[in-house]
């Protein structure tokens, strides 16, 4: 079985910063696309972030310029780097990965994180 494990939420004032980060583990043969989502109370789950197998990231437009996602292949890990936090940006965020779970059908899974509570206080 595959999991993805996340850390690094918490409670942070506006304007500061945290690193969410997201480590995939188990029975795979290699991991897609990963990305970073959010939900906050009352409200539908909306992608945050999301990079490709080569690195190229995409972003909400309400986190551009502020948010940076990265990988590190080599650990199967996913960061996403929050900088100048608001109010609004409080959520669970939850990681999410494409893994390849069957080599010889390319069969691929859909992967979520535990989620990690993200609170900004202004």
């Known amino acids: 079985q595959v999991q993805l494990v996340e850390s690094g939420g918490g409670l942070v004032q506006a304007g500061g910063s945290l690193r969410l980060s997201c480590a995939a583990s188990?029975?795979?043969?290699?991991?897609?696309?990963m990305g970073w989502y959010r939900q906050a109370p009352g409200e539908q789950r909306e992608l945050v972030a999301a990079?490709?197998?080569?690195?190229?990231?995409n972003y909400a437009d309400s986190v551009k310029g502020r948010f940076t996602i990265s990988r590190d292949n080599a650990k199967n890990t996913v960061y996403l780097q929050m900088k100048s936090l608001k109010p609004e940006d409080t959520a669970v965020y939850y990681c999410?990965?494409?893994?390849?779970?069957?080599?010889?059908?390319?069969?691929?899974?859909?992967?979520w994180g535990q989620g990690s509570l993200v609170t900004v206080s202004s």
């Open positions: 188990g029975k795979f043969f290699g991991i897609n696309a």
């Open positions: 999410k990965a494409e893994v390849l779970i069957h080599y010889a059908t390319g069969r691929y899974s859909e992967v």
């Open positions: 990079i490709t197998s080569g690195g190229k990231p």
